[in-house]
């Protein structure tokens, strides 16, 4: 069974329809004792990095992330949800993040190193580049993936990097680490790929839950 947390500003109708078009079972809650019973967790997220910290530390969802990041089991951030799996970001403010994962998360400048303007938010379909080999990516190919951020994250560590994709500024597109994984983009928005990625995140679950 998949948790997908529920703290206010998640995508929760896209990702759950996403879940149910690939037979998932799984369900939405923001009960900590129910999410860390879950074979997998996804933390959904659309909006601002400060809002989102903020309601899930005082739901006290923040360590419960955090606790069920210890027991190994898989756990998938998609798009702010990835970002707030790591240190910090400057968005509206500095915030510290789950700390989950090495990095910071920045605003695309809008501005190249030659002067040349471009726009922010980053929206619409790039393709990604696979860096590393990772349970997500198996048997698949790169293909393009929907985004929509005006945030990146910056990676301290390129060991989290699993695939990139390129808006003027390199962006961590897929990142990973142990049982913890993390998605720029929409998956359930990202048509072939995105859902190739979800099935893979499903089968780690299913993987996980064998071996117990």
């Keep these: 069974m998949i948790g ?41 997220g659309v909006g601002s990095f400060r809002d989102a910290m903020l309601r899930l530390n005082e739901e006290g969802l923040s360590e419960m992330v955090k606790e069920f990041a210890k027991t190994g089991k898989p756990l998938l951030g998609i798009c702010l949800g990835m970002q707030l799996l790591f240190e910090d970001s400057d968005e509206n403010g500095f915030t510290e993040g789950l700390k989950l994962l090495p990095g910071s998360v920045r605003r695309f400048p809008g501005k190249t190193n030659d002067g040349e303007t471009y726009k922010v938010p980053h929206m619409g379909w790039n393709k990604l580049q696979f860096v590393k080999p990772s349970p997500l990516l198996e048997g698949l190919d790169e293909d393009y993936v929907y985004f929509v951020h005006s945030y990146f994250v910056n990676a301290k560590d390129s060991d989290v990097l699993v695939a990139k994709a390129s808006y003027h500024e390199e962006v961590s597109a897929v990142v990973g680490r142990g049982n913890i994984y993390g998605m720029q983009f929409h998956p359930e928005k990202s048509s072939k790929l995105g859902m190739a990625l979800l099935t893979n995140f499903l089968k780690l679950a299913e993987e996980r839950k064998a071996c117990q």
Excluded: C, Q, T
Excluded at 4 to 33: P, Q, T, W
């Design 4 to 44: 997908i947390v529920d703290y206010g500003m998640g995508n929760l109708f896209s990702v759950s329809k996403a879940l149910e078009r690939l037979g998932a079972e799984y369900f939405l809650s923001s009960e900590k004792k129910d999410l860390l019973a879950a074979d997998a967790l996804i933390l959904p």
